[in-house]
């Protein structure tokens, strides 16, 4: 269940957002679930129509929903990569390019996530 918290330092598009991502990563809401129209749930929570729509955008624009016009907005299922696996393709490409060998590329992936600079070692040739 949806609940926006007006006493929240949260602004409530990130609060809807974030909650429903939440229920995406707990298998609460799975691919091709559907979520209701941005007037409904507007309505249902007592915020603004905008608001929604905002949440929508931007868990549209991180893959984690799909909007299908007069369908709907969906739960984003396996085969709607989405722009982290976009962006994953492109490393490999670039990696592969540069001649850095699997390892050396997964270690530098693992380095930017931790917050550590990046080691040039694992090059090839």
């Known amino acids: 269940m949806l609940?926006?918290?007006?006493?929240?330092?949260?602004?409530p598009y990130e609060q809807l957002r974030s909650q429903i991502v939440a229920a995406?990563?707990?298998g609460d809401l799975g691919p091709g679930a559907q979520l209701p129209t941005v007037r409904r749930l507007a309505d249902d929570l007592g915020i603004a129509p905008?608001?929604?729509?905002?949440?929508?955008r931007?868990?549209?624009?991180?893959?984690?929903?799909?909007?299908?016009?007069?369908?709907?907005?969906?739960?984003?299922?396996?085969?709607?990569?989405g722009p982290a696996a976009d962006a994953a393709q492109a490393y490999a490409r670039r990696v592969g390019e540069l001649g850095?060998?699997?390892?050396?590329?997964?270690?530098?992936?693992?380095?930017?996530?931790?917050?550590?600079?990046?080691?040039?070692?694992?090059?090839s040739g």
């Open 3 to 11: 609940v926006i918290d007006p006493d929240s330092g949260i602004p």
């Open 24 to 26: 995406v990563v707990a």
């Open 50 to 56: 905008n608001t929604v729509a905002r949440s929508y």
């Open 58 to 81: 931007e868990l549209e624009r991180d893959g984690v929903i799909e909007t299908r016009g007069r369908n709907g907005s969906v739960i984003a299922g396996p085969a709607t990569p």
């Open 100 to 123: 850095l060998t699997r390892d050396a590329a997964l270690e530098l992936v693992r380095a930017a996530l931790d917050g550590a600079g990046p080691s040039p070692s694992g090059t």
